[in-house]
């Protein structure tokens, strides 16, 4: 009887093989993986070794327990993952709850479409990986303000607080992931507190602590001591410089050669004093000459000679150097 069965379900066994091949011509995506880091779950695979004339387009799929159980192993379309060219998908609006969820992908060129490849085992969001948060601290005043940046929805941060060097009395404050700053008050001023942070989302799942962070609190009034310390100086400044352009400007001769003093010059740089003599020439030391003259009445053929004589000696010296010329009668 066993045997009847065996052999007439080998024919419906080839039969569907043949169908399955002729339905199925573009091969299945491979290699598909599931990467969740702080609660955000992609999830990705490999595309199909096959050329195709366009685009190929990827169809996403996941299978919930309620889905399994409930709905008789009903399938549900990711609403974001229908019709997409990556070869990614981001599941986390549709992983929900803490279920195990099968997950599944196929390929599509043009009209023909791949079989469906699932992820190796279902998946969980427990399974997620929690890095440590990233923290800026700052002092405010006389408080602590402690910030955050990409935290886990739905986690929460635990933020110790510590004087340096009092560990064991520290504070523990638990902070909501959707709050993400922390404002620590009533502390005291000029001490030096440190702060490290964890991210926790189940007893069993939580992050490593960040590092300690340590700053000096400053008190409430150090802004405003701050400042007036600035204006003050300022003032300072321009007074004793306002005080020395006017003792410049309204100094007294003898007052300012008292605080002024002038330095001699050095020798090597004095002028020393040189006898200049000048020498003079032989035409120049004859600027003078007397010529007497004596006119007798007996010759005045010799008179008439010597006025000549003396215009043409006059003419002769006007052309060199002035002289004095004194007539005696």
């Excluded at 008050?185 to 992050?207: D, F, H, K, M, N």
């Excluded at 040189?274 to 003079?280: N, P």
Aim: some cysteine; proline content about 5%.
């Amino acid at each position: 009887m066993r045997l009847r069965w065996t052999v007439s379900l080998l024919p419906m066994m080839m039969m569907m093989m043949v169908l399955l091949n002729e339905v199925w011509m573009l091969p299945a995506p491979g290699t598909v993986s599931m990467e969740s880091v702080n609660m955000r779950h992609t999830l990705r695979w490999r595309p199909p070794q096959a050329s195709c004339g366009t685009s190929i387009l990827y169809h996403v799929q996941f299978q919930g327990e309620f889905e399994l159980t409930v709905q008789n192993g009903r399938w549900v379309d990711a609403h974001e993952c229908q019709r997409i060219r990556h070869t990614h998908c981001d599941l986390t609006s549709d992983l929900g709850s803490d279920s195990d969820y099968n997950l599944q992908v196929r390929a599509q060129c043009g009209s023909e479409l791949s079989a469906w490849t699932e992820l190796s085992r279902p998946f969980n969001r427990r399974d997620t990986v929690l890095t440590v948060p990233e923290m800026n601290v700052s002092a405010v005043g006389g408080a602590l303000q402690v910030s955050f940046d990409k935290l886990p929805h739905m986690a929460v941060v635990n933020v110790t607080v510590w004087k340096k060097g009092d560990e064991l009395q520290a504070v523990v404050y638990r902070m909501p992931a959707e709050q993400k700053m922390l404002h620590v008050a009533a502390l005291q001023e000029g001490v030096v507190y440190c702060v490290r942070a964890q991210t926790i989302l189940q007893p069993q799942l939580q992050s490593s602590s960040t590092d300690p962070h340590c700053l000096s609190l400053t008190g409430p009034g150090a802004v405003w001591k701050r400042a007036t310390t600035v204006t003050v100086t300022v003032i300072i400044m321009a007074g004793l410089l306002f005080a020395v352009f006017w003792s410049i400007s309204h100094c007294h001769p003898d007052a300012c050669q008292t605080y002024f003093h002038k330095e001699p010059l050095p020798d090597s740089l004095r002028q020393t004093d040189l006898d200049i003599q000048i020498q003079k020439s032989h035409q120049e030391a004859e600027l003078c000459e007397r010529i007497t003259m004596v006119q007798s009445i007996d010759s005045e053929r010799q008179a008439s000679k010597a006025d000549a004589g003396l215009m043409s000696l006059l003419e002769d010296r006007s052309s060199e150097l002035p002289f004095t010329v004194e007539f005696v009668v």
